[in-house]
C-alpha cells in the first residue's frame, strides 16, 4: 500500500536535490547525495539533477546568455556571470557524475542532460556529457566481456558457485562506478527494440528493392540511395588505383560495389547473407562481373575460411545491418589483421580498412560517445584512423523517409573513418 507520508517525503528530497542542482549549490548537493541517488527524476519534467544543473545554464535563467540561437561568445566573448554559471554546473555536474548520475536518462522531452547542452550551446557541459558515456560505455562493455571470462571459468571450475559470487561483487563495485547504466546496444543501421532487426530475423525477412531503398519488411531502410556520396568517398580513400584487391561485406543496393567495380580490381569479393539480396545480385550479373567473388552467408560464418585459404586484401569495406556494435568491433578486433594486406594497399603503403560509422547517428550525443568508443577499440585493435567530416544535406527536407518506418540518421556531419595498421 501507499503510503502517502513517505511519497511526500520522498518528492521534497527529490525536489531538494533537483533545486541544490539548479542553484549549482555543491556543499547542499553533497550533503543530500549522502542519503539520496543522484538520479532522481522529478516526475512532470522528467529532469534529473544533471538536467536541472544544465538547464539553469540556458537562456530563460540568463537572458543574455543566448541571443537568436547564437551564445555571447560568438558575439564577442561571455560574461563575467555567464562563465561563473558554467563553472558551477561543470563542478556540479563532476559531483554528479561522482556519484553515479546516469549520463543518458531522458526527460520528459525525450532529451538526456548532453541533448540539452548540445541544444544551449554550452559546449564544455556537453563534452563533460560525452566523456561520462564513453567512461560508462567502456565500463559495461569491459563489464561483460569480464563476464563472459567468468562464465567460462566457471563452467571449467567445479566449485563455480563460489566464482560466480565474486564476480558478482566485483561486477557490482563497477557498476557504481559506470553510474548503473544501461547498455545502449546500437545496431548498423539500428532500430533499437525492433525484434525484427536482430541479425537472424532480418536475414528471414522479405526485401523490398526500390530505385531509391531498400526495405526489409517492416518498413525498415537497410540502405538507401542518399548515402551513394558517403560510398563514394569511402572508395576514393579505400581503393585510390585501379587494380586492388578489395573486399565487401554486405551488398545492400551494390552502391559501394559499383564504384569499387569502376576501380577495375584485380580481385573483388563480396559477402552477403541475405538470400534475396544474393537473387537481386545474380539476376543483375553480378556472379559475371570481372574480378567478382560472391560469398553467400554471414560473414562470421564465411571469413575464417577466407583467412583459413590466405585470401588478402588492399582495401575491406564493412557495412551490414540489423548487427550490434559488438559484431563490428568483432569483425575489426579478430579478423581484419588475418585479410588486410600490411604491404598492399596503394604503393605500398599499406591496406585499408574503411566502415559505414553509423550507430548512434539518431541522437548526436550517442554519435559522439560512439565515435569516441570507436576509435579507442580501432586503436586497440592495432589502427590508426582518420577521420573526414562530410555534410549530410537535410534529409527531412528532401523527403527522404517517407514511407520509412523510423530514421536512422538525423544529424547534419557523417565523420567517415580510414584505417591502416599503426607503424
Ligand atoms: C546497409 S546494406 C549495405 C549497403 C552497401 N554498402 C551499399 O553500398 O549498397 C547491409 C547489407 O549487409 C547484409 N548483411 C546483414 N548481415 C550480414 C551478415 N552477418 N553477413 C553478411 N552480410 C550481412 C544485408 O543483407 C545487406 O545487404
Same mark, same amino acid.
Given at each position: ?16 536535490? /533537483? ?9 547542499? /548537493? ?35 546568455? =543566448? ?58 557541459? @556537453? ?11 567502456m565500463?559495461?562493455s569491459r563489464?561483460?566481456e ?12 567445479? %566449485? ?31 532500430? &533499437? ?7 537472424? =530475423? @532480418? ?57 569499387? &567495380? ?21 539476376? &543483375? ?28 586484401? %588492399?582495401?575491406?569495406?564493412? %557495412? ?5 556494435? =559488438?559484431?563490428?568491433r568483432e569483425?575489426f578486433t579478430e579478423?581484419v589483421i ?25 541522437? &548526436?550525443?550517442? @554519435?559522439?560517445?560512439?565515435?569516441k568508443i570507436v576509435e579507442f577499440d580501432l586503436f586497440e585493435a592495432g589502427f590508426d584512423t ?21 530514421? @536512422? ?10 584505417c591502416?595498421f599503426i607503424?
Open positions: 500500500m501507499d503510503d502517502p507520508a513517505f511519497d511526500t517525503e520522498t518528492d521534497l528530497q527529490t525536489q531538494s536535490i /533537483l533545486l541544490a542542482a539548479a542553484n549549482h549549490d555543491t556543499t547542499a /548537493l553533497r550533503n543530500l547525495l549522502r542519503n539520496s541517488s543522484a538520479n532522481v527524476q522529478d516526475t512532470e519534467t522528467g529532469f534529473t539533477p544533471l538536467h536541472a544543473a544544465i538547464a539553469a545554464c540556458g537562456p530563460d535563467q540568463n537572458d543574455t546568455n =543566448k541571443v537568436n540561437g547564437h551564445t555571447n561568445e560568438d558575439a564577442g566573448g561571455a560574461t563575467e556571470e555567464q562563465e561563473q554559471n558554467i563553472d558551477g554546473a561543470i563542478r556540479t555536474m563532476k559531483l554528479l557524475f561522482e556519484n553515479g548520475a546516469i549520463w543518458n536518462d531522458l526527460d520528459s522531452n525525450g532529451e538526456t542532460p548532453g541533448c540539452i547542452a548540445h541544444r544551449l550551446g554550452l559546449k564544455e557541459l @556537453y563534452e563533460l556529457c560525452v566523456d561520462a558515456g564513453v567512461r560508462a560505455e565500463l559495461l563489464m561483460e569480464y563476464q563472459l571470462l567468468g562464465d567460462a571459468d566457471s563452467d571449467e571450475d567445479e %566449485d563455480g558457485e563460489d566464482e560466480v559470487e565474486e564476480t558478482g561483487g566485483e561486477e557490482d563495485k563497477m557498476e557504481q562506478v559506470a553510474g548503473g547504466v544501461e547498455t545502449l546496444d546500437l545496431c548498423q543501421e539500428d532500430a &533499437q527494440g525492433d525484434e525484427s532487426t536482430e541479425n537472424p =530475423k @532480418y536475414l528471414a525477412s522479405n526485401l523490398t528493392f526500390n530505385r531509391n531503398r531498400l526495405l526489409d519488411d517492416a518498413g525498415n531502410a537497410v540502405m538507401m540511395e542518399w548515402e551513394t556520396t558517403l560510398m563514394r568517398t569511402s572508395t576514393e580513400l579505400l581503393v585510390p588505383k585501379v587494380g586492388l584487391r578489395v573486399l565487401n561485406v554486405g551488398h545492400g543496393m551494390g552502391i559501394i560495389d559499383g564504384i569499387f &567495380q569502376d576501380k577495375k580490381p584485380e580481385a573483388h569479393h563480396i559477402i552477403e547473407a541475405h538470400p534475396a539480396v544474393v537473387n537481386h545480385m545474380k539476376e &543483375q550479373g553480378w556472379d559475371k562481373k570481372p574480378g567478382v567473388v560472391i560469398h553467400e552467408g554471414r560473414w562470421q560464418d564465411i571469413v575464417p575460411g577466407l583467412i583459413e585459404k590466405g585470401e588478402l586484401f %588492399d582495401a575491406i569495406y564493412f %557495412d551490414t545491418f540489423a548487427e550490434e556494435y =559488438k559484431a563490428l569483425f579478423y588475418g585479410l588486410l594486406d600490411p604491404a598492399g594497399g596503394s604503393n605500398g603503403e599499406g591496406g585499408k580498412f574503411g566502415f559505414f560509422n553509423g550507430m548512434g547517428a539518431d541522437r &548526436q550525443i550517442v @554519435y559522439d560517445v560512439y565515435n582518420e577521420w573526414k567530416t562530410i555534410p549530410v544535406p537535410n534529409l527531412d527536407e528532401q523527403g527522404e523517409w517517407e514511407g520509412v518506418r523510423r530514421k @536512422y540518421w538525423v544529424l547534419d556531419e557523417y565523420k567517415l573513418p580510414t591502416t607503424g
